[in-house]
């Protein structure tokens, strides 16, 4: 072989995806919430324990994976903890993937569990406002400049640069709060206008509360698996068509344009890896810690021009029944959003493309069919990290 050329080179399929008990969990810890998505994504896929070989874990333990491991009975032989923010899981994904596909590894189980919310009530822990004060960051953090000030000075560029509104803004908040109403899951599911999400207290500006995510509970797992496994799924496969990873700074002011995210990179590489375009993508499960995030990344992964995120999100473009449903089950916005809430982004893109996700819910082409093609688009830190990952129906 030549440097770099893969031994094998088998499809990847997702064989099972999961929720944990999600929302207002008090009574479980992080490590339950992992076993408990765990144990039901096993059930989902109708496979047995013993053919994980494979484990993706962070954010948890001083030993992440390990630990989590140890906690599920397990004894991987490939593993992964990168931890890059809510990006983490779609890079984890990417890796598996590539690992599957080499032949190191012909199961690997995704899993994350937080009890962010619950903590916090407990006072078992504080709300943090930045990442910490060593390298890097010590020259910004000293001055107030928290996590939240680096998205709203993001989205005030893009305001100044491009004419992008305010109200234009609030309409994603009010798209996703509308994709949740018919969610079970969701924690927020009451419909709310743009007039509330302006007027709402100003949490850093521009951002009033409600263009900003929830903090809940929750946990999720998603299983991938070797093309060889998928005759003995309990469901059709989705395949992993193909994916990018891309970062782009810590400091503010090494970030080159704070109207591109690293999306524009991994976006343009998961689509050509899948060998499609952006215009066939049936629904997009985009990242939405703040409204600014899923504007600028619509434009990233090419759903729009650069500039014309404001326009694209109008008139209900959004919505589960819009011409790009977009965060179908409500988003970090309104759904779940317990830290790292990239995994769920996977999870929401499967069920829709399985047709699981029942009346009121389930995202239909024109015509009527299940959509055939999704995007899932993970942002960590303060568009410090992307991850996308192209999946497709069986």
Same mark, same amino acid.
């Given at each position: ?27 479980a810890?992080?490590? %339950?919430?992992? /076993?408990? *998505? !765990?144990? +039901? $994504?096993? =059930?989902?896929?109708g496979?047995?324990? #013993?053919?994980?070989?494979?484990f993706?874990?962070?954010?948890l ?33 990417a890796? %598996?993937?590539? /690992?599957i *596909? !080499?032949? +190191? $590894?012909? =199961?690997v189980?995704?899993?994350?569990? #937080? ?48 004419g ?20 079970p899951?969701?924690?927020?599911r009451?419909p ?39 005759p ?12 990018g990873?891309a ?15 690293p ?19 049936d ?22 021009a650069k500039?014309?995120?404001?326009a ?32 769920f ?13 029942g009346?009121?819910r389930?995202?239909?082409?024109p ?18 990290s992307s ?8």
């Open positions: 072989m030549t440097s770099g050329t893969l031994s094998r080179n088998r499809k990847v399929a997702v064989a099972g995806v999961a929720l944990s008990d999600c929302g207002r969990v008090d009574a810890t992080p490590y %339950a919430l992992h /076993a408990q *998505a !765990a144990r +039901r $994504a096993l =059930a989902d896929s496979l047995d324990r #013993s053919v994980i070989d494979g993706a874990s962070a954010g333990g001083t030993l992440a994976p390990i630990e989590v491991a140890e906690y599920l009975g397990l004894r991987p032989t490939w593993v992964d903890s990168t931890s890059v923010g809510g990006a983490t899981w779609e890079v984890m994904a890796h %598996a993937a590539d /690992a *596909a !080499a032949g +190191r $590894a012909d =199961a189980l995704l899993v994350y569990g #937080s009890t962010a919310r619950a903590d916090i009530k407990a006072r078992r822990r504080t709300a943090n406002l930045s990442f910490g004060a060593r390298g890097p960051l010590q020259f910004e953090v000293p001055y107030g400049h928290t996590l939240i000030a680096k998205y709203a000075m993001a989205a005030r560029r893009h305001m100044h640069q491009y992008t509104t305010l109200e234009q803004l609030a309409q994603i908040a009010v798209q996703a709060r509308t994709n949740a109403a018919t969610n899951d969701a924690l927020y009451t709310i206008t743009v007039d509330e999400a302006l007027s709402g207290p100003m949490i850093a500006d521009p951002f009033t509360k409600l263009h900003c995510c929830i903090r809940s509970d929750g946990g999720c797992a998603v299983l991938l698996v070797a093309e060889d496994r998928v003995d799924l309990a469901k059709p496969p989705v395949w992993v068509l193909g994916s990873t970062v782009s700074h810590t400091t503010m002011s090494e970030w080159d344009d704070f109207t591109v995210s999306a524009a990179v991994s976006g343009r590489l998961a689509f050509e890896r899948a060998g499609v375009r952006p215009s066939e993508i629904l997009a499960e985009i990242y939405d810690a703040f409204t600014y995030m899923t504007l600028v990344t619509l434009e990233d992964l090419g759903f729009c500039g014309e995120g404001g694209f999100v109008g008139k209900g473009r959004l919505l589960r029944d819009g011409e790009l449903p977009v965060n179908t089950d409500g988003g970090g916005l309104a759904a779940c959003h317990p830290g790292m809430r990239g995994l982004l996977l999870v929401e893109a499967v069920r829709q493309l399985r047709g699981e996700s009346p009121g389930q995202v239909r082409k015509g009527g069919g299940l959509p055939q093609l999704a995007v899932a688009s993970g942002t960590g830190g303060w568009f410090c991850g996308t990952v192209v999946l497709g129906r069986g």
